[in-house]
């Protein structure tokens, strides 16, 4: 096992693939060809990268109780809770994208719901980032829960 856990090197792989592929799926609305694909790519290998992310978690979890306690259980959860759902949104976003590659009529509505499933996505990876930033760049107690500073 390493001295240091893996989450805080990886999540950034999601988070800028993910945010870049629903740049692109907007984007297709207007260039189609290429800035679709783009956003298939981004989206899958954006997903793909979650999940190694979600799951190098536990870790951090670990790694975070150890140095700073328990008190931060609630904003891990809260920071876990996000990540599920965007992994969820993003999931389903990119199921859709697959299905639509394999489809010889695609249903009108697909490429609208990726878009609102990509962007109610990015919304959740930002709370998920803010709560990961909470959990990292808070000033901790010995008690391991999180001080707010009165300038905040």
């Known amino acids: ?3 240091t856990p893996l989450h805080p090197l990886l999540v950034h792989f999601p988070i800028a693939l993910l945010i870049f592929g ?3 799926q907007i984007i297709a609305l207007w260039r189609k060809e290429f800035f679709d ?3 298939t790519y981004l989206i899958g290998s954006g997903f793909v990268t979650g999940l190694f992310s979600y799951w190098t978690g536990d870790d951090a979890e670990h790694f975070a109780f150890e140095h700073w306690g328990r008190g931060l259980r ?3 959860h809260t920071h876990e809770t996000y990540a599920l ?3 969820i949104l993003f999931g389903v976003a990119f199921a859709i994208k697959l299905l639509l590659l394999f489809m010889h009529k695609p249903f009108k509505m697909a490429i609208p719901l990726v878009i609102v499933l990509s962007l109610a996505g990015t919304t959740t990876l930002a709370l998920t980032g803010h709560y990961g930033g909470k959990i990292v760049y808070s000033d901790h107690n010995q008690n391991g829960a999180p001080t707010t500073d009165s300038n905040e």
């Open 1 to 3: 096992m390493l001295s």
């Open 74 to 76: 609630s904003l891990i």
């Open 37 to 39: 694909k783009a956003a």
């Open 85 to 87: 759902v965007t992994l």
């Open 22 to 24: 629903t740049i692109a």
